[in-house]
């Protein structure tokens, strides 16, 4: 059985898109997902399966957040083993104690491609910072 992580864009933010997360498990564990548990009131939903078709569990989770609480929101689906994989290739300022840096993981989400992101933000100011002092 692998662990994934289901990242639900935008909910709970602000007072909109308000998904209650004990709610949220248990229409997780509906979808025949196991040892789901959320994280705080983020959206963010850790679970179990046997199967390991991502593309079916985004158009499920999709579509459960679609008739359980009307709402059309992107859901992001990774297995933990590439999380932990893009969390160890992190630069070597992400995660330390420096608070005036404000840590931001961003994932491109099908039908984006990295260009096109990358196109519309750049390189981000702290490793453009980097790059310039060290030279």
């Known amino acids: 059985m692998k662990r994934y992580a289901a990242f639900l864009r935008g ?35 850790l679970f179990s399966s046997e199967e390991e078709n991502i593309p079916e569990f985004v158009e499920q989770i999709e579509g459960m957040i679609k008739q359980q609480f009307g709402l059309t929101i992107p859901v992001l689906v990774i297995t933990i083993e590439n999380l932990k994989d893009i969390l160890n290739h992190a630069p070597n300022w992400w995660g330390n104690d420096n608070k005036e840096i404000y840590d931001n993981l961003i994932f491109i989400m099908p039908p984006a491609k990295f260009s096109d992101v990358y196109a519309a933000i750049g390189e981000c100011k702290l490793l453009n910072k980097v790059r310039n002092s060290s030279h």
Not at 19 to 24: D, G, I, T, Y
Not at 25 to 30: D, I, P
Not at 31 to 44: A, D, Q
């Open 11 to 45: 909910i709970n933010i602000s007072g909109k898109n308000k998904v209650p997360m004990a709610e949220l498990k248990k229409r997780f564990e509906k979808l025949s997902f196991k040892e789901v548990k959320t994280y705080l009131n983020s959206g963010n939903v």
